[in-house]
């Protein structure tokens, strides 16, 4: 299957700061990414979509602000999260699709820690 | 309101046997259902996936069936192997302004040696 990237795979941070997540399509073009977060023993909550230029369509009860992607290219998508804050400790997690093929394929996830 | 879900948090089977994997939908508007595979701290991995027009698909071990009438389907792994332990998500692909994968709360598959 193809090949998504996803990085960094563990991160540490302090209340307040932002964070920055990045997803790539390494052997396709990825003309739709998808951002999901899991908690413990959940499923995977999709939190946005974004086709490649254009501005990301947000799920119900994301804060687009606080939760900021960028799909500036065919194969590479970005999450910042900004003021993280103890809450959003979490698995997040990036897919991506061509125009192409049925599945969306994933990253490795991330898994993030605010202290 | 969960549109796709899997009532089985967890299953054990014997290796060899048949394990089977279910998962109910409520949205007639999906197109396309996916079943990946997932150990922790990892994203997913795509097993096999099925249209909507279809009631089989057949992929090695892997077997996924649709029952649209009852709005749901099964995977079917036989023969089961130890290495097929893991968390297993049904998925469901729809179009709304461009398409959109929703996740089932996955099921804990655990076979044993």
């Known amino acids: 299957g193809a090949v998504v990237s996803q990085h960094p795979s563990r991160v540490i941070c302090k209340s307040g700061t932002s964070v920055k997540i990045e997803c790539r399509s390494l052997?396709?073009?990825?003309?739709?990414m998808f951002w999901y977060r899991q908690f413990p023993k959940q499923s995977l909550m999709l939190m946005a979509t974004?086709?490649?230029?254009?501005?990301?369509?947000?799920e119900q009860g994301v804060e687009k602000d606080k939760f900021l992607i960028n799909h500036a290219s065919l194969t590479l998508s970005t999450l910042t999260v900004t003021s993280a804050h103890p809450e959003d400790s979490s698995f997040y997690i990036c897919?991506?699709?061509?125009?192409?093929?049925?599945?969306?394929?994933f990253g490795q996830g991330t898994r993030l820690t605010v202290v | 309101d969960q549109q796709v879900k899997q009532n089985s948090p967890s299953l054990s089977v014997q290796e060899g046997r048949i394990s089977i994997l279910n998962c109910d939908y409520t949205?007639?508007?999906?197109?396309?259902f996916l079943w990946y595979k997932k150990y922790p701290a990892e994203g997913p991995t795509f097993l096999i996936s099925?249209?909507?027009?279809?009631d089989k698909n057949e992929d090695g071990r892997f077997t996924v069936f649709l029952n649209k009438s009852a709005k749901h389907l099964s995977l079917h792994i036989v023969p089961s192997q130890p290495g097929d332990s893991a968390v297993y998500f049904c998925?469901?692909?729809?179009?709304?302004?461009?398409?959109?994968?929703?996740f089932g709360t996955g099921t804990r598959l655990k076979v044993l040696a």
């Open positions: 052997d396709f073009q990825a003309t739709t």
């Open positions: 974004s086709n490649e230029g254009s501005k990301a369509t947000y």
């Open positions: 897919s991506a699709r061509d125009r192409v093929v049925t599945e969306a394929f």
């Open positions: 099925i249209s909507s027009i279809k």
């Open positions: 998925a469901a692909r729809w179009f709304s302004g461009t398409y959109k994968y929703i």
């Open positions: 949205n007639s508007m999906f197109d396309y």
